[in-house]
């Protein structure tokens, strides 16, 4: 019996706790044999310590982009390189530039149009088109090897196949007809999802969204007096706030001091290839000037809006991120596409835009002064909850931001410019597919093709149910989700391998082995 593999793709680190508890479950039911393909060689040796031999895993190291980049080594020729990424591009009808380089937040500052005050790295300033075309080459080169060595039955991730490193092996995948799943955040909660795609679409999600029940009235209720923001959100951004105390800043940027410190004395390669210090420093120091510019006289009160104009609410991203270059190519300039909706908005209505409170410092005060500029635009203080801006706005528009899923909920009209995601499936979310669509604006606005408010907040009550009861609950895992020493328990690894397996379609779902044949580690 030949053997198959089960290949676990840059396993996050904010969750290192779940993959090798994961893979030995997986083995345990199917016979997989774990491949762990890891950032680096103390990842791989972290995950396979935790792996009894009985479960026959190996890790693999992908070439080093970033490191290559800067010491120019190891990497193919340009002739060659070329050849390998046309052949890419041909096979996966795609361009390297838009899928692979665009969501790099290193290799794509030139397409960053948002974030001039985030950390320089020694890679970003090193790297030139032709170090950074023959990087990627050679990363898909060992995607082609490893695939021709251990070609995988599964390939699991977590929010990730999609820039330089990921894109290679959920490419190959789907070529090959090999199921990926990817588990992505379903913006309530510490709730996810498992997804077919780097894209986060679900079948399975949507087929059960589009059965599901309607709420009773005291579970609608409950749900529109509890919605909150997501778990991450929650975590991150208080621990940001928090970081933005002087004192905190102090302790934040003796902390950035001593850590560059280490790698350089350590040789590690963060030294060779990471953020700079001062960039780091700049950034540290610029968040605590950014946050009171953002609460300052230059934003504006929810108070001091005018009582005759509609509102349009655009909740700004963070950027460099995935979840804006990767998942959406064609909104990657949000001051683009702020001017865009601007210009296409009918007389009596403005648009309000406020900042994502995780990117706080990492943008110059000219970015916001833009936006300023603009005539029917309005810099919205961060003193404002973002839910009381939704409220007070009559359409919401997102790239793919969590503001448009909430809205959703509420029960406000919104379009949502990412193509994809289950969030579609409810029926006053609005898809526009590029800047000439939002000629539509003002019929969006003032038409009357939309529910009623409170039909909206049925259906937006419904899906936020249903997400909920088909995701995957990691709520009784709570903060726990992003502790790097969390021991799991064995049902809260069957929290997330259940609904995994149960997302494999019938038809090409692998089979679990006979009792006989299970490996029990």
């Given at each position: 019996?030949s053997r ?6 840059f ?7 779940l ?5 030995i479950?997986?083995h345990?039911?199917?016979g997989?044999?774990p491949?762990?393909?890891?950032n ?5 040796d ?14 693999v190291v992908p ?5 290559n980049?800067v ?12 050849s ?8 996966n009808?795609t361009?390297?530039v ?9 290799l ?5 149009f948002?974030?001039d005050m985030?950390a320089s790295?020694i890679?970003?300033k ?8 023959r990087?990627?080459?050679?990363v898909v080169?060992?995607?082609d ?10 390939v699991v991730?977590?929010s990730?196949?999609?820039g330089?490193?990921?894109?290679p092996?959920?490419a190959i ?5 090999v199921?990926f799943?990817?588990?992505v955040h ?6 996810y ?12 999600l949507?087929?059960?969204?589009s059965?599901?029940d ?11 007096n ?9 975590f991150?951004?208080?621990k940001m ?7 905190r800043?102090i302790?934040?940027?003796?902390g950035?001091?001593?850590?560059h ?8 390669r963060?030294a060779?290839m990471g953020?700079?210090f001062?960039g780091?420093l700049?950034m540290?120091l610029n ?5 009171r510019?953002?609460v300052?006289?230059?934003t504006t009160?929810?108070?001091q809006?005018?009582?005759e104009?509609?509102?349009v609410?655009f909740?700004?991203?963070v950027e ?6 990767g ?13 865009q909706?601007?210009i296409?908005?009918p007389a ?8 994502h409170?995780?990117?706080?410092g990492r ?8 936006i ?10 961060e003193?404002?909850?973002?839910y009381?801006?939704i409220d ?7 790239v793919?931001?969590s503001?448009?899923h909430e809205?959703?909920v ?24 590029n ?5 539509q604006?003002?019929?969006?606005l003032?038409g009357?093709?939309?529910?009623d ?8 009550s ?6 909920m009861?088909?995701a ?9 989700v992003?502790?790097?020493?969390y021991?799991?328990?064995a ?11 149960a997302?494999l379609?019938?038809?090409?779902s ?5 009792s006989?044949?299970v490996s029990n580690?």
């Open positions: 019996m198959e593999f089960l290949w676990i793709l396993p996050t680190s904010e969750v290192r706790w993959w090798a508890p994961m893979a479950e997986l345990r039911i199917f997989w044999s491949v762990f393909i890891c680096t060689k103390e990842d791989k972290f995950y396979l310590s935790q792996i009894p031999q009985e479960v026959d895993a190996t890790g070439p080093d982009i970033y490191l980049i010491e120019n080594s190891n990497l193919p020729s340009e002739p060659e390189a070329l390998i990424l046309k052949r890419f591009e041909s096979e009808s361009t390297f838009r899928n692979m380089l665009l969501p790099d937040r290193h794509a500052r030139s397409f960053v948002g974030a985030f790295s890679v970003s090193t790297a030139t088109q032709e170090r950074s075309w990087a990627a080459a050679s080169d060992f995607a090897s490893l695939f021709h060595d251990n070609p995988p039955s599964l991730s977590m990730s196949g999609s330089m490193k990921g894109t092996f959920s995948a789907q070529k090959n007809g199921p799943r990817n588990l379903c913006r309530f909660g510490f709730r999802y498992w997804a077919i795609d780097p894209w986060q679409n679900s079948p399975s949507n087929r059960n969204l059965e599901a309607y709420p009773s009235a005291s579970q609608m209720e409950s749900i529109q509890g919605l909150e923001p997501t778990g991450d959100f929650r991150y951004a208080e706030r928090k970081q933005r105390r002087l004192d800043l302790l934040a940027m003796v950035t001091a001593v850590k410190a280490k790698y350089r004395i350590r040789g590690n963060k060779k953020y700079s001062f780091q700049r540290q968040e605590r000037k950014l946050a510019y953002l300052g006289p230059s009160r929810l108070a809006l005018k009582a104009y509609k509102y609410f909740a700004l991203q460099p991120e995935v979840s804006l270059h998942l959406v190519p064609e909104y990657f300039d949000q001051l683009n596409t702020i001017a909706i601007a296409n908005l009596d209505a403005l648009l309000l835009v406020k900042e409170p995780v990117q706080i943008r110059g005060t000219g970015f916001y002064d833009r300023r500029s603009i005539p029917n635009a309005v810099l919205i203080s003193l404002e909850h973002s009381a801006v007070r706005s009559d359409l919401i528009i997102a793919t931001s503001v448009a809205a959703a509420m029960g406000k009209k919104v379009v949502y410019l990412c193509p994809d995601g289950p969030v579609h499936s409810i029926k006053h979310v609005k898809h526009l597919k800047p000439r669509d939002f000629q604006l003002p019929a969006l003032d009357d093709d939309w529910d408010e409170a039909d909206r907040k049925t259906e937006g419904r899906y936020y149910k249903a997400i009861e088909h995957v609950n990691l709520d009784t895992v709570g903060n726990n992003f502790d790097r020493n021991v799991p328990k049902e809260e690894v069957r929290l997330v391998t259940d609904p995994l397996i997302s379609d019938s038809a090409d692998p089979q679990p082995l006979e006989d044949e580690p």
